[in-house]
């Protein structure tokens, strides 16, 4: 395993339910990624935060809410999402320079599977 | 839009031969390119990444190419075992940093 670790690794929700996934890293970077994984599909960006401070929104609706309260930590809170939302939601992390996003490499977590009923 | 593309076939190789994937971009080249591994309900697991003016890059028994004349990368296992078995892809870093992913190559090595 990667120094990233995601929970849960499954989740089953219905469409009205709330339920919030989380990150932690161990690796001391500060920058902190939300990716979507559908099948066949790439890898999609979500959210990007850069030293706690949210520096990418990539046209993500609403009902997904990231949360990041520090450098180690990253939260993705999920409330009425869609059938079309499971996926496999990925977190990553890696080095950044002070005021930009980091040009190195990325690394990830397992990640959660996650299907909307 | 800017795209990058791999091959979405599956590549089925005999062990002991070498693998060779392509990623396809267009438009501008990117500053690095990034070569990742990906198993079966697993996260990505970074491999290489090769600059843009870097022709070549190795690491044990991998190889990446970079040619931004063609817009290609070329990504080479040689010597390739079952273990080697896993999906692979190719990542650009766009000009704020972030990476924009093609959708991977599975490779499959059988004995």
């Known amino acids: 395993e990667t120094g990233v670790t995601q929970t849960p690794r499954h989740l089953v929700m219905g469409m009205t339910n709330k339920k919030s996934l989380k990150c932690e890293q161990h690796?001391?970077?500060?920058?902190m990624y939300w990716y979507k994984q559908s099948a066949k599909k790439p890898l999609e960006l979500m959210f990007v935060?850069?030293?706690?401070?949210?520096?990418e929104n990539n046209s993500v609706p609403s009902r997904f809410s990231p949360e990041c309260p520090n450098s180690s930590h990253l939260f993705l809170h999920l409330h009425t999402l869609q059938p079309e939302d499971s996926a496999l939601y990925l977190c990553?992390?890696?080095?950044?320079?002070?005021?930009?996003?980091?040009?190195?490499?990325?690394?990830f977590g397992p990640g959660t599977r996650l299907t909307v009923l | 839009s800017q795209k990058i593309e791999q091959n979405s076939e599956a590549l089925n190789i005999q062990e002991g031969k070498t693998a060779t994937l392509t990623c396809n971009y267009t438009n501008y080249s990117p500053a690095y390119l990034q070569w990742y591994r990906q198993d079966p309900g697993r996260g990505p697991v970074f491999l290489l990444l090769?600059?843009?003016?870097?022709k070549e890059k190795r690491k044990e028994r991998l190889k990446v190419t970079f040619d931004t004349t063609l817009k290609q990368s070329l990504f080479h296992i040689t010597a390739s075992q079952p273990a080697d078995s896993a999906t692979y892809l190719c990542a650009r870093t766009d000009s704020w940093g972030k990476l924009q992913f093609g959708a991977g190559t599975q490779v499959v090595v059988t004995p």
């Open positions: 935060y850069n030293f706690k401070e949210q520096t």
């Open positions: 090769i600059r843009e003016n870097e």
């Open positions: 990553a992390s890696s080095h950044s320079g002070s005021g930009e996003i980091s040009y190195n490499e990325q690394f």
């Open positions: 690796l001391g970077h500060n920058a």
